[in-house]
């Protein structure tokens, strides 16, 4: 148990930061750190896949194409009853979404953006980080699972609860394929087809 709140208490305290790993017999904790840390050095990525919205009253799917380049990124993904495709482009410096009938509209943050086009909180910011099987660094996270393999199996953060069932082996590293999303509005579920990775330079 003094270990376990150990754990917890660095997890919740460090955010993102990382160790470095004795050669062997490293412990869970140091497993998981070694982990985190490859996966935030993987800041150029692309996803193929498909995505569940459930409201109270009302759901849709849609496929999801992600394609992420350091902090800016495009994902495209179809409107409710296929009809079109909304293109979210973000940076630094701003966030526009194309409509299905070419209009652009722009916004501070990719959030109020979806909010105000499509009636739903999506939340890309943190879900950059969560598809990639880390906790969000711009906020405290709690109740971290991981898995036998001390990789990202649940967590709450923001106001949301993520949960992440199955993992694909790509380029020697392990990314997330199916995730689960939940908060007091929303159930969103994703699952991964493709995970593209560039070849080291």
């Known amino acids: 148990m003094k270990h376990l709140l150990v754990f917890l208490t660095i997890i919740l305290v460090s955010g993102?930061?990382?160790l470095i790993p004795r050669p062997e017999n490293v412990s869970q904790y140091e497993k998981w750190e070694v982990h985190k840390a490859r996966l935030l050095k993987l800041e150029h990525w692309e996803l193929h896949g498909r995505i569940f919205i459930q409201a109270?009253?009302?759901g849709f799917s849609s496929t999801i194409h992600w394609k992420q380049q350091g902090q800016t990124y495009e994902l495209g993904f179809t409107?409710?009853?296929n009809q079109g495709i909304y293109k979210l482009r973000g940076s630094p410096e701003k966030v526009s979404i194309v409509l299905p009938d070419s209009t652009i509209r722009n916004a501070s943050d990719p959030e109020s953006l979806?909010?105000?086009?499509?009636?739903?909180h999506f939340p890309i910011s943190g879900l950059s980080y969560w598809v990639r099987g880390l906790p969000w660094?711009?906020?405290p996270s709690r109740n971290i699972i991981l898995d036998q393999n001390e990789r990202l199996a649940e967590l709450s953060q923001a106001g949301w609860h993520i949960k992440i069932s199955r993992y694909i082996h790509i380029r020697?590293?392990?990314l997330p394929s199916k995730l689960m999303m939940e908060n007091r509005y929303l159930k969103i579920k994703m699952v991964v087809k493709e995970w593209i990775i560039p070849n080291p330079k």
Request: charge should be neutral; proline fraction near 9%; aromatic fraction near 14%.
């Open 79 to 81: 409107a409710p009853f």
């Open 172 to 174: 020697d590293i392990y």
């Open 16 to 18: 993102c930061s990382t």
């Open 137 to 139: 660094p711009k906020g």
């Open 114 to 120: 979806i909010k105000e086009t499509l009636g739903f």
């Open 56 to 58: 109270k009253n009302d």
